[in-house]
Nanobody, 125 residues
């Protein structure tokens, strides 16, 4: 399995931007589909975005479509989540996830086998 470490979370005002990064270990990063999920207190883990191994296919939750952009740099073993026009309801712990056999378009967290520890994003109103 791949090891994942997120960074880039923090406190931002509504309307602002943040970029999350997820650094992966291992030489097979480019074989993995990658995803971002988030979980707010008392809520279930929620799909945010996913990207296939090459970066050529991207999928977003309706709640972030047009505001968030997922991308990856396979040479740097890193996946990014650029978050723009942030809203207070985007406040959550954001998790990076990876899987070799991800079914593109799935929003179920169980389809990802490797997870990072999470990074907190707080959006103030």
């Amino acid at each position: 399995q791949v090891q994942l470490v997120e960074s880039g979370g923090g406190l931002v005002q509504a309307g602002g931007s943040l970029r999350l990064s997820c650094a992966a270990s291992g030489r097979t990063f480019s074989s993995y589909a990658m995803g971002w999920f988030r979980q707010a207190p008392g809520n279930e883990r929620e799909f945010v975005a996913a990207i296939n191994w090459s970066g050529g296919s991207r999928y977003y939750a309706d709640s972030v479509l047009g505001r968030f952009i997922i991308s990856r740099d396979n040479a740097q073993n890193t996946v990014y989540l650029q978050m723009n026009s942030l809203k207070p309801e985007d406040t959550a712990v954001y998790y990076c996830a990876a899987d070799l056999k991800y079914t593109y378009g799935s929003t179920w967290w169980g389809d990802f086998g490797s997870w990072g520890q999470g990074t907190q994003v707080t959006v103030s109103s």
